[in-house]
């Protein structure tokens, strides 16, 4: 359609312009932590160190609890991911399936959970799992992230758009409620069950507020609050150590994300969020 | 002069070409219809001349300037989408007059160009409503509208009436040629429908696969196609077309011997294997029959029959046209045509020979 | 479809029980808190009524806290709404090629956690070593104190919380862009007219219902993506010139322990909130046009 495309290039170098903002960060990230102390500050912009030395992850492996901190991590984010994907699954089919009174009330009341700064609800959160001596424990953690309420608009979206006639020959064939969950819808959106999964995997694993008030134990930290330690009031600091860690917090979820892309991309363009 | 020529256009997508080579002048003021099957290249071709598509290889010239690489808002073209393309946040006003504004026209111009138009096309009254509160033949409207304040010397539509339902065809088909009239400008009109084609066109562009098959007035493309597949695509129901081979002087066709006109004997001879075409209204009954095959099937079409005849020998098809006045036939038919009704197309390639067609005598009708 | 059965309550029962009780009983619990003065540790809460909400309202503090979180959402609206809205619109609808590869490469850092983007910003800006300092270094200016002053400290951490989200914003209103059918835009060029025409008339019209969800959740997340950065960084500082009107709500009950203040905040921010919401259904809503 586009006629002129010789004009098109100065978007495109606009456009390149801020994919580097975008990326040269995290390029820097990544030179960073194969180098030395030494080439930190003398030779702070090359991208390509002279000699890429794994000094840093073998320091962060021996005097952190690495694999710990990953394990936690992991341990966290896969449990609040798996129930919010259940929970939500579970509510969008009863918003899809029944009919009762105050619907629409219930699902509205449901979403606007998504709009509650967590500001509001973090002290009164904090001392009722503190009560449940739940506190330093991934539990205490995870308690309150068993359901989302963005997650129970989505899967309710992505119901709706199954043709009817599907539901009611399962209906017709006296199928359960279960049954025509589980063998006809679920096979039916599992793209966007998936899609959703993965974004909240992703938030899961980068959360750092919530795990913050819970986790004060360094063993029982996640990795994004074993980046704490490395921010000295000095402002001088180990840095590559310190990019190091970055790189192994930031790693999982980008190579989640760059697996899974245009799936992801995908499922997004489909859905879209018209209000 | 503002006509628009195609010199050697090509467009491709990668490996495929989707038009192949076009060469056509399209006259100033004249209404030329883009005619073919799906696939045919015939929206990409109008799409070229807009703009909205890219020319591969050759020329475009538009009033005489070459305008290959020229934005389409600089080609003063106002256009008509298959699906209309009104602004759905837009009051009709606005959809309409839209155009006018970008160009910085005054706003008492705009006005009165507005109100002619909305009384023209029988929308006034209907200003302040939205595109989704408008039925599809009033959509369409608007459309035009739209297209026609703009008084643009290019009019280009793409399947404007494709959406309609039959009746509402035939009334827009009589607008259309009405709104060319107003200011003749340059129309180019893109249909697979052939009446359509037939009725609004003054001339028409055949094009299959993206090749350029006849230009012509509708009358020369119905008596005189250019090749076998113009034949057969221009007419409902379409020509006949029956394989025959010219020996010893003599036609054999579905192992009849017929006897075309002896002028024309040198030029058969030089393709031996012809296709014959001759029309369904052109046949007739006949107690000397050139032809005769069993009755297969008698379509009842209102003022007219359709016979379907299983020619014997060999079994190949024949439609023959009869007014519904006279007494349905049964069994074993004999049918006859005039000479001066017959095109002959060459059995491999398809061209029309180009038979003379002007004789003495004819034969039975 | 069948009547109100115990059935639904149990498809709806995991979700809303969670719901209910991590959500809305506490901003319940928050209403109660704020009519009392605790430290969150004795075991005794006194009862002071409306004494919280009304020296947080006659403070001087309150001021700063507005105009912080003001500051805020204006950096925040343009990197996170405006600028994206811009973009996606080139992406979309300008180039010929590249775009996946465009939204693919812009979306990557809203994959990385915003403590890894408080700590690599921290090194990348720091005035005497950082790559930023050694750049502007060599073209002669002097790296400002990024972290220590007043409104500075402000639109950077914005700028941080904008190069994480801004990818995210970056993909929805694309996804929007590209619902715009395609024979719109030409009729519109056709008529001949200019890209920013073209943007203003027809694409953020027809674009209007993701663009209004776009800006509202800027602004209710934006604010709450603060607590990394700032909490990793400044906390609060310099002299509460980085905190706005969630933090402090988490100074005053995690810092200061003043539980009550804190949920007086709270509740205020809910307020707040709310009213945002209400204009915006009210007001806004009916400006969009939705597609049915």
Request: net charge neutral; charged share 15%.
């Amino acid at each position: 359609m586009k006629i002129n495309s010789y004009r098109d290039w100065y978007w495109h170098i606009l456009l390149l312009f801020a994919v580097v903002i975008q990326l040269w960060p995290l390029l820097f990230m990544l030179s960073t932590s194969f180098k030395t102390m030494d080439q930190i500050f003398l030779s702070t912009l090359n991208p390509l160190p002279a000699k890429p030395v794994i000094d840093n992850y073998l320091y962060v492996l021996k005097n952190l609890p690495l694999i710990q901190y990953i394990v936690n991590t992991l341990l966290i984010a896969s449990s609040i991911t798996l129930a919010k994907i259940i929970t939500s699954i579970l509510a969008g089919f009863a918003f899809v399936y029944y009919d009762f009174s105050h619907k629409e009330k219930l699902f509205n009341t449901l979403l606007l959970t998504f709009f509650i700064p967590i500001t509001v609800v973090m002290m009164p959160n904090y001392l009722f799992i503190s009560k449940l001596g739940l506190l330093n424990t991934p539990w205490g953690v995870i308690l309150p992230q068993l359901a989302d309420g963005m997650g129970i608009f989505l899967m309710r979206q992505s119901m709706r758009n199954i043709p009817k006639p599907l539901l009611e020959a399962g209906r017709l064939e006296n199928a359960s409620p279960w049954v025509i969950l589980t063998r006809i819808i679920l096979p039916l959106i599992k793209p966007s069950v998936i899609a959703m999964g993965i974004v909240f995997f992703i938030n899961s694993w980068n959360d750092y507020f919530w795990p913050l008030l819970i986790l004060h134990d360094k063993p029982t930290y996640t990795l994004p609050l074993a980046l704490q330690m490395f921010i000295s009031a000095e402002g001088g600091s180990e840095w590559g150590i310190a990019m190091a860690v970055a790189m192994l917090t930031a790693l999982p979820p980008l190579l989640l994300y760059l697996t899974c892309q245009r799936f992801i991309m995908n499922t997004f363009m489909q859905s879209g969020v018209k209000g | 002069m503002n006509g628009i020529i195609f010199e050697n256009v090509c467009k491709s997508y990668g490996e495929t070409a989707v038009v192949k080579d076009l060469n056509m002048t399209i006259q100033e003021g004249e209404r030329l219809i883009l005619l073919g099957p799906s696939g045919c290249g015939k929206t990409t071709t109008l799409r070229m001349v807009a703009g909205l598509e890219n020319i591969t290889a050759g020329t475009l010239k538009m009033g005489g300037q070459v305008v290959n690489t020229v934005e389409p808002g600089a080609r003063n073209i106002a256009m008509v989408f298959q699906n209309y393309a009104l602004y759905p946040h837009m009051t009709i006003w606005e959809n309409i007059t839209f155009g006018l504004f970008i160009q910085k026209i005054p706003i008492e111009e705009i006005k009165a160009r507005t109100e002619q138009a909305l009384e023209i096309l029988n929308l006034s009254g209907y200003e302040q409503r939205k595109p989704n509160e408008l039925s599809g033949g009033q959509k369409q409207r608007v459309a035009l509208c739209r297209s026609l304040v703009k008084q643009a010397p290019y009019f280009l539509l793409d399947e404007p009436l494709s959406n309609l339902d039959a009746q509402l065809r035939l009334q827009a088909r009589t607008e259309l040629v009405k709104i060319h009239n107003l200011y003749r400008p340059t129309f180019i009109y893109v249909t697979h429908d052939q009446v359509e084609a037939m009725t609004v066109g003054q001339r028409i562009a055949i094009m299959n696969q993206g090749a350029l098959q006849q230009l012509d007035t509708p009358d020369v493309i119905y008596q005189h196609p250019a090749n076998t597949f113009v034949a057969s695509f221009i007419g409902s129901p379409p020509m006949n077309l029956l394989q025959g081979a010219f020996r010893d002087g003599a036609l054999w066709i579905a192992g009849c011997r017929v006897n075309p006109p002896t002028k024309w004997h040198t030029l058969l001879a030089e393709h031996q294997e012809l296709w014959i075409g001759i029309r369904p209204e052109q046949c007739c009954l006949s107690d000397a029959p050139m032809l005769h095959g069993q009755i297969e099937f008698v379509e009842h079409l209102g003022s007219q029959r359709c016979i379907h005849l299983r020619l014997h020998q060999d079994g190949q098809r024949l439609l023959c046209m009869l007014p519904a006045d006279q007494p349905i036939p049964t069994g074993t038919m004999g049918v006859s045509f005039s000479w001066q009704h017959v095109n002959g197309f060459d059995g491999h390639v398809g061209q029309n020979i180009e038979l003379p067609n002007r004789i003495s005598h004819n034969y039975a009708c | 479809m069948n009547r109100f059965t115990w059935q639904s309550a149990l498809f709806l029962a995991p979700a809303t029980i969670t719901l209910l009780l991590f959500a809305y009983w506490p901003l319940l619990q928050d209403v109660w808190l704020s009519f009392h003065s605790w430290n969150m540790v004795s075991p005794t809460m006194k009862f002071v009524g409306l004494q919280n909400y009304l020296q947080l309202l006659s403070s001087d503090e309150l001021i700063k806290i507005l105009l912080n979180t003001v500051l805020y959402i204006l950096v925040l609206v343009c990197v996170n709404f405006i600028l994206p809205y811009l973009l996606s619109f080139i992406i979309a609808h300008r180039l010929n090629r590249f775009s996946f590869f465009y939204r693919s490469a812009l979306f990557i850092p809203s994959t990385v956690s915003l403590a890894v983007a408080s700590i690599l910003f921290l090194w990348i800006l720091n005035p005497l070593a950082g790559p930023l300092n050694i750049i502007l270094s060599a073209i002669g200016l002097e790296s400002p104190r990024w972290f220590k002053e007043s409104g500075l400290v402000i639109i950077i951490i914005g700028l941080i919380i904008g190069w994480k989200v801004f990818g995210y914003n970056l993909i929805l209103l694309a996804a929007a862009m590209v619902d715009v059918p395609k024979e719109l835009i030409e009729a519109a060029r056709l008529e001949n007219v200019s890209n920013w025409q073209l943007f203003r008339r027809i694409i953020v019209p027809m674009t209007s219902s993701t663009a209004l969800y776009v800006f509202v959740i800027t602004v209710v997340f934006g604010l709450q993506y603060v607590l990394v950065p700032v909490n990793m960084l400044t906390q609060g500082g310099p002299d509460q010139g980085s905190t706005n009107l969630v933090y402090i709500v988490y100074q005053y009950g995690f810092v200061f322990f003043q539980t009550g203040k804190a949920s007086a905040f709270a509740i205020l921010t809910m307020l707040i909130y709310a009213l945002f919401l209400i204009v915006k259904t009210k007001v806004l809503d009916k400006k969009v046009h939705y597609e049915n």
